[in-house]
């Protein structure tokens, strides 16, 4: 058996007698220790706010500072977190608040696109205005923090019942559009929360209970650096003001308690300057955490409060930890915390923060994500309007209920088996698909109410008015009857997740069984699936009366209306999928989340693949995906010319993380898309990388060009420094190695157009 990690002064829990052997200390996934915590520095786009925050933490008595490192309850508002106040010097604290898909829990608020459906949009500009308007909203409320993007999980394992919280499993297309939601919060005037640091790959045993310990991620270093920290670098260097810790522990050392990981990762390696906020109750040390690099604990004390300012005056922490604590707070231009934030039950005004501007950006965003594939013969667009259509499956109609309690803890739809496992106790799985309506949204902390729910069916009505298209529904029979004249059958199906759960599988057999079922009666039948993370489709993805399969993933509110345009062929579709969808279960390694035997306190989950998850793996094993990273039809089709690679200052170099140096752009490389189908349409170019010793293929850059029929433009990659360079663990430095580099670039990381080699 493996220990926890002890040492001295921040011993954190209680070992049950059972557990003896502690002292074998050598075992992989130790975490060393990194002291003392460093000081912001306040340098660069943070320089304003350190003097604002210095000129107000210098005035406060250490009751003060401690009272504002943690959090309050308030029976004015219902924010997730609510920071102490400083009433003599009339600073009034913080309103911290989920989160991914708009702000939770409240009303007159937007629903936007899940971050999944963002990520296969692939697109930096839409990322940025999402992040604005949302940013926006969360302002308009009185939230001070938004509490996302989320990088964490990255999706190692596909059954991750967060997954879909984030943009991509891919590091690099998960650390571009995390920068760019970063700064459209920030841009609004929210402090962006990047969350989880790090390795929170999966929901089972993600915290302590019972006397067993959370799961520890026990990754390598060289991982860490390519995979998981990688999109929070790119956070970093976009001025995220604040990263939230993780639940698990990390080579046996908690999230929120380990010196490597905030002292050492963030704050040094990567001079991040501003706060590292604990995720709720997952605080479980006083003196240690603040030792180790933590700066703020919420909902409540934790184990600070008045300990704090006793660990202080003992002499445990050195009392220029608190005020830099303090001091990484951004405390300028604050409304009253929470002012839009009201217990909905209770009379209230209604604080409508929805920004008439916001429209636009909420449809195009909802019909980006939608990835097409499969099209047989071209069934999509309808040529012409269908004189009759047939709808079927669960997920075309609305819930029956959209305000309910569960609303505020899953988002707003959950089947009773789920809510069930909502309220009992966490950890356990269940079943892949929501029966009870549309899934616009995964559940729990990043979903949000949606402000309505344009659905499938009654978009496709309302559609059919115009058309006088006949349209039969049933959403309920699992082998519905087919009327012989339907020009084309949709069946609607999902895939669900939530925060605290992972997923027992990839697909189910209800859902499949009633594919097949209507497939069988109908010879256009085209399949929708609503899905919040992976959702393999070999069940019926090779029948042929299934002519057509949009993965339309979590669109937000107007899910219904994007989806009609894009049958209608009023939009076209471009979106590709941030993830490797596999023809089965067993073909992606890892699988399960990793788990415990019954005598087992000290849960060890080892990523020894290292950095071989999703396609990097499939590409390195050789294994046949059913649709790779980067896959999606379109409406037209585009070629690929003329690719220039052209080279600065690229030799064998090595670079610290935190150096300039490392976002140098060390190669421009350019190439021509044209699109030479008949219809406009816009096309995700994608720029992979072979660096010696690594993946076959790593995404590097990529390019969303919007053409006409016959239009040609430039797509472009701007390549850093990082983007060439492997983890060195020796000298802790990112490294340009001698040897033979491929660019690739092309329409998916199996869908090569042009490829370009160079020596270094
Ligand atoms: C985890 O342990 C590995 C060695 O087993 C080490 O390379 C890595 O730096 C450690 N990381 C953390 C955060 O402790
Ligand atoms: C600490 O914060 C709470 C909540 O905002 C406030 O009521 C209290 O007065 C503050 N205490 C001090 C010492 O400022
Ligand atoms: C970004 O998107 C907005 C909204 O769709 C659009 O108005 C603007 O022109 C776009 N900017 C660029 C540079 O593409
Ligand atoms: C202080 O420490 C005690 C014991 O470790 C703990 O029970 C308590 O919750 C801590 N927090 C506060 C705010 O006093
Ligand atoms: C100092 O105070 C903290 C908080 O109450 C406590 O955990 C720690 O054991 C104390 N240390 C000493 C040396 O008294
Ligand atoms: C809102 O108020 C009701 C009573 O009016 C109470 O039962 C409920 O817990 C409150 N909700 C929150 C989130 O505070
Ligand atoms: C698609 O077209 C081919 C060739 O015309 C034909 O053999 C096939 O049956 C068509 N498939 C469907 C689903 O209509
Ligand atoms: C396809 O649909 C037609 C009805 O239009 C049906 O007769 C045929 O058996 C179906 N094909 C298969 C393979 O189920
Ligand atoms: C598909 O994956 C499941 C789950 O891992 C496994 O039980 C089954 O054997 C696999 N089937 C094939 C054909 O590989």
């Known amino acids: 058996m493996r220990a926890s990690r002890m040492s001295a002064g921040w011993q954190i829990f209680a070992l049950p007698a059972a557990v003896s052997s502690l002292t074998d200390a050598n075992f992989y996934g130790q975490s060393p220790p990194v002291y003392p915590s460093p000081q912001g520095k306040g340098s660069g786009t943070w320089a304003g706010a350190y003097v604002n925050a210095r000129d107000l933490v210098d005035q406060m008595t250490l009751d003060e500072k ?164 990688w999109p929070f670098m790119d956070g970093v260097h976009a001025g995220v003001g604040s990263i939230m810790c993780s639940y698990n522990r990390v080579n046996n050392s908690y999230g929120c308690q380990n010196s490597k990981l905030m002292n050492g990762i963030l704050k040094t390696e990567l001079s991040f300057d501003g706060f590292v906020v604990a995720d709720w109750n997952g605080q479980h040390s006083g003196v240690g955490s603040a030792l180790a690099g933590l700066d703020m604990v919420m909902p409540l004390g934790g184990y600070w409060g008045d300990n704090l300012t006793e660990a202080v005056r003992n002499g445990s922490v050195p009392e220029s930890r608190v005020a830099d604590m303090a001091n990484r707070y951004d405390t300028t231009d604050f409304a009253t915390p929470g002012f839009g934030m009201k217990n909905l039950t209770e009379p209230h005004e209604a604080v409508d923060a929805r920004d008439p501007q ?159 079922n209507v497939a069988a009666k109908c010879s256009n039948t085209i399949v929708v699936i609503h899905a ?42 471009s979106g590709k999928l941030p993830y490797t969808l596999a023809r089965n279960e067993s073909d992606y390694h890892p699988y399960l989340p990793c788990n415990r035997t019954p005598d087992d306190y000290f849960p060890q989950c080892d990523f020894t693949e290292g950095v071989y998850i999703d396609y990097r793996d499939f590409d390195a094993r050789n294994t046949t995906p059913r649709f790779e990273f980067g896959f999606g039809l379109s409406y037209t089709s585009f070629e690929y010319s003329s690719l220039s690679v052209d080279v600065s200052d690229l030799s064998p170099t090595t670079c610290r993380s935190g150096d300039n140096e490392i976002w140098d752009i060390v190669a421009n490389v350019q190439a021509t898309v044209t699109n030479t189908g008949s219809v406009e349409g816009a096309e ?22 919007a053409l006409d029929p016959e239009e040609s433009a430039p797509v472009t990659f701007e390549l850093t420094r990082r983007d060439f360079s492997v983890w060195d663990v020796v000298t802790q430095k990112w490294q340009i190695q001698e040897g033979d580099y491929t660019i690739f670039v092309g329409a998916s990381s199996r869908d090569i157009r042009l490829t370009h080699n160079l020596k270094i």
């Open 66 to 229: 401690v009272n504002i490192t943690r959090g309050f309850t308030s029976s004015d508002n219902v924010c997730a977190g609510n920071s102490g106040s400083v009433p003599r010097l009339q600073w009034p604290g913080m309103c911290l608040h989920d989160a991914g898909n708009g702000v939770r829990a409240t009303d007159m608020v937007n629903a936007y696109a899940s971050g999944i459906h963002v990520g296969a949009s692939w697109d930096r500009n839409l990322t940025y205005q999402r992040g604005y308007f949302m940013g926006k909203e969360f302002k308009d409320k009185g939230v001070n923090v938004a509490l996302g993007p989320n990088a964490g999980p990255l999706g190692r394992i596909p059954l991750g019942g967060r997954n879909w919280e984030g943009f991509s499993v891919d590091p690099y297309l998960a650390g571009q559009l995390v920068a760019e939601t970063i700064v459209g919060h920030q841009d609004a005037g929210a402090i962006a929360n990047l969350k989880h640091f790090v390795g929170n790959e999966q929901e089972t045993l993600r915290r302590p209970y019972h006397g067993v310990e959370a799961a520890s991620t026990n990754i390598d270093d060289k991982t860490m650096h390519e995979l998981y920290a």
């Open 358 to 516: 916001s429209k636009p950006i909420i449809l195009e965003g909802a019909i980006a994500g939608h990835v097409l594939v499969k099209n047989e013969n071209s069934t999509l667009p309808f040529k012409k309007p269908p004189k009759m259509i047939s709808i079927y499956g669960y997920d075309a109609t609305v819930p029956a209920t959209k305000n309910t309690d569960i609303l505020f803890q899953l988002g707003y739809n959950v089947q009773p088996e789920m809510a069930q496992a909502v309220l009992g106790t966490e950890g356990v799985r269940f079943d892949q698909a929501a029966k009870g309506g549309t899934i616009v949204t995964g559940g729990r902390a990043a979903a949000n109410s949606p402000a309505y729910i344009n659905d499938p069916l009654s978009a496709l009505s309302q559609r059919a008015a115009l058309d006088d298209t006949w349209v039969n529904w049933d959403l309920t029979s699992f082998n519905p009857d087919v009327n012989g004249a339907s020009e084309a059958c949709l069946v609607f199906i999902n895939a669900m997740a939530t925060e605290g759960w992972d997923r027992i599988g990839l697909h189910d057999d209800f859902s499949d069984g009633l594919v097949l």
């Open 532 to 573: 919040a993370g992976i959702r393999l489709v070999d069940q019926w993805i090779d029948h042929p009366n299934v002519t057509a399969t949009i993965i339309a993933h979590l669109p937000g509110q107007d899910s219904g209306q994007a989806l009609v345009k894009l049958l209608y062929g009023e939009a076209g579709f």
């Open 684 to 705: 995700v170019a994608q720029l992979y990388l072979a660096i010696p010793n690594s993946p076959p293929k790593q995404l590097r850059g990529f390019d969303k060009v």
